[in-house]
């Protein structure tokens, strides 16, 4: 084998969004390997300088290969610049030998970073435009992500045979997580939740000059090409065609928008069916339901054109007809699903309103990782780790319970209810509940449920729709109000997964180099 084999001697440098995971970390990783191995020659910098280097070189190398262990399982670990000529034979490590060397890099960047560049001297230089940079925070958060994701089931699986959560990694996770957190609880960082008021600007701004969304609560965010193409070609693929003019691409399913429970914070346990304990009523369903869901889901009567609009479209456009057989449900160019999402645009982004306009500097950008995030997966390290929802890591304050209704408290839902604390499998599904409204549609619930061993299993392979007919006096006013009847679910498609979809399949070149190097179970 070629050092050519495992990265491409060459990437275009053309469009950052032209790039392929399995080709560009490869290439990444090499370069971080150039880099430090090449430290000594720094021999102008001060070394403040060169620990920044150093640690910013660690921690992409940890990031890469953790990256392609999400998606491929254990690989090799390259801690050294291969040589270009020659034969190499590299072994696969399974998943947490692997996650173990990518620990330490992220251990050793964190601990050579600062928590904010604008306090050193190097970052002085570009006072206020390194939140970008790679700092403390970002290397601490990965390394409890790759504790965790370490410790998961799947994982742990993979690596040991067991498919239950590993409780030293989820220890260990439990621990950098906290650190992070204590950081910040106790304003030594620059990061913070955003107010619920202000949530959108986790996602997108609007009028600031193309402002790169994430505010204070982003944690990591790359570089992005163009703002406006963020928001030009994506606001629309959002919008149903018959109030925009591009073609809807993103629709939330019906099932999974049942995760959004009520603002008592009880889950909802069957949507077409009245439950007491909740409060939750199938005749009025979008009552009295956790904040997010108002804020996420554009729901059936929702006025979605705020300002002027042609008198024979009125009727047809300005509210969101997503009834069984509504204007805006059309199969090829609105909602299959009964919902629309716009949790990464305003509901403005249409051709009336027209706030994906370049006057109005709309730009959309979903960051890698945010803070509350944060606080979710150390409930999750934390619970699995330590067996109780009243686990902790010993150097931070709160519980596994308590950082999840920090989250809660941001959104103006009740705290988790105490029957769901007696158990931790009770609260673990909590937990995944939790991460399934706060961070939805965000890139995260794929890997979360093949590392929970769950993508092959029902109802998580269903892709329904929610169905129902308007019923009594329409309420331009306030939708909740509105009353339905018939309302069910139907399911649009079953996803057929299998065993082997847990990881995807390396390429055939590869894995034909030599025996050590073997492909993924199934494929």
Known sequence: MNQADFTPVYIPNDRNINKDLWNAAWYGIRKTNIGLANMDLMTEATNEERDLIKGQLLFFRAWFHHRLMEYFGGLPYIDTVLP??????????????????????????????????????PGKRTL?????????????????????????????????????????YCKKAAAAFGELLNLVETGQTPYALVEFKNYYLNFYTTGQNWALPGSTEAIFRGP??????????????????????????????ANYVDYYGMANGLPIPDITKPDAESGYDPQFPWKDRDPRFYNDIVFDGVKFVQGAIPKAEEEVNRYANLFTGGSYRDVGTGSRTGYVLRKFVPVTANKYDNAYSWGNNLHIYVPYMRLSDIYIMYAEAALMGYNAPTGKDANFSKTAVEAINVIRERAGVDPVNAKFLGSVED????????????????????????????????????????????????????????????????VILERKFTEKHYWLPLKNVDVNMYPEFPQNPGW
Not at 84 to 106: M, P, T, W
Not at 224 to 253: C, H, M, R
Not at 457 to 482: A, H, M, V
Request: net charge positive.
């Open 224 to 253: 992005y090409n163009s703002a406006n193409n963020s928001n030009w070609g994506t606001s629309k693929q959002y919008t149903p065609v018959i109030v925009s003019e591009g073609d809807l691409k993103f629709i939330p399913t």
């Open 427 to 490: 609260f673990l599904g909590e937990v995944r509940r939790e991460r399934a409204v706060e961070l939805s549609f965000e890139g995260h619930r794929f890997n979360d449920l093949r590392r929970w061993l769950l993508l092959i299993e029902s109802p998580y392979t269903l892709k329904k729709s929610i169905e129902f007919d308007r019923t009594g006096t329409f309420n331009t006013t306030d939708p909740t109000q509105n009353r339905v009847a018939n309302l069910r679910e139907v």
């Open 84 to 121: 270009s000529v020659g034969e190499i034979k590299l072994g696969r490590l399974n998943y947490q030998q692997c996650a173990d060397k990518a620990a330490a890099d992220f251990r050793a960047a964190a601990d050579l970073l600062p928590i904010n560049w604008d306090d050193t001297a």
């Open 128 to 168: 206020g435009k390194n939140q970008l940079r790679i700092n403390k925070i970002m290397a601490l958060g990965y390394l409890g992500k790759n504790y965790l994701w370490a410790g998961s089931p799947l994982m742990n699986y993979e690596s040991t045979g067991s498919k239950t959560y590993n409780q030293e």
